[in-house]
């Protein structure tokens, strides 16, 4: 599988104090990562420094074989933050928000296709009949479906969510686990997915990134558990964390 991002010895300092150390790791076409630590250990500094967000103090960072500081096909990725910045004020409805995720796309696509793409994205979510609705009206847990369907409409070959279901109920949030393995499995869309929950993105996740400041773990998710570092790290409790892993 084509490689789609490539870390290497990875350092980001953050007011001053140290936040990601020596880190290194690839995403290929495909993965579904998890990208999991404590609170505090990096995780959304270095999800701001893939989008270059963030400066880094040293290290590479290359998106689809290129150099983050020449990247810029952009629209081949999509990124659900886990606080979003949208307008309050700006009168969109539900639809208008979903296709403004088709801006700045370079090919041109048909209007009628996409709103029926985006209707059923909204269907998947449980939000069709919000359709016509004010964004700004929504619950936090409604927009932040709104917004998955806003990244997922462009169809991107990479999308990086970070602690995306905070504010789901346990039944939204299996639409909207349903709804990520999809496009996974069908379009190949490359997933990593920042929580602190390990036995959660373990039903789903295939491959795992521990990070405390450093890469504790890299691998596959079933070999978290019995990973000789990870037993060290975690103690006893190391292999029930791998427990919810599902055979792929």
């Known amino acids: 599988m084509p490689v789609i991002v490539e870390v290497k010895n990875l350092d980001i300092v953050y007011n001053s104090r140290p936040v990601v150390r020596d880190v290194s790791f ?16 990096g995780k959304t500094s270095l999800v701001k420094a ?41 009168p969109a409805s539900v639809l208008e928000v979903v296709l403004s995720g088709l801006a700045g796309r370079r090919r041109r696509y048909d209007k009628t296709s996409a709103k029926m793409a985006a209707l059923s994205l909204l269907e998947e979510l449980a939000m069709a009949d919000k359709a016509d609705k004010l964004f700004s009206r929504l619950s936090g847990g409604q927009q932040q479906r709104v917004l998955l369907a806003r990244a997922l409409i462009r169809k991107p070959e990479l999308l990086i969510l970070d602690e995306p279901t905070t504010a789901l109920d346990p039944m939204v949030r299996e639409k909207f686990f349903t709804l990520l393995a999809k496009a996974n499995q069908e379009q190949g869309t490359a997933i990593i997915m920042v929580t602190h929950d390990t036995a959660d993105i373990g039903r789903y996740a295939r491959l795992l990134l521990y990070l405390d400041e450093g890469l504790v773990f890299a691998g596959p998710f079933a070999d978290f558990g019995h990973s000789e570092k990870m037993k060290k790290y975690f103690g006893d409790f190391a292999q029930p964390l791998s427990s919810h892993q599902p055979d792929h």
């Open 26 to 41: 690839s995403v290929s076409a495909g993965d579904y990562i998890g990208l999991v630590g404590p609170n505090g250990a």
């Open 50 to 90: 893939l989008f270059n967000l963030l400066p880094v103090r040293r290290g590479e960072i290359k998106l689809f074989g290129q150099s983050l500081n020449t990247f810029k096909q952009w629209e081949r990725l999509a990124y659900l933050p886990q606080k979003h910045q949208y307008n309050r004020l700006f």
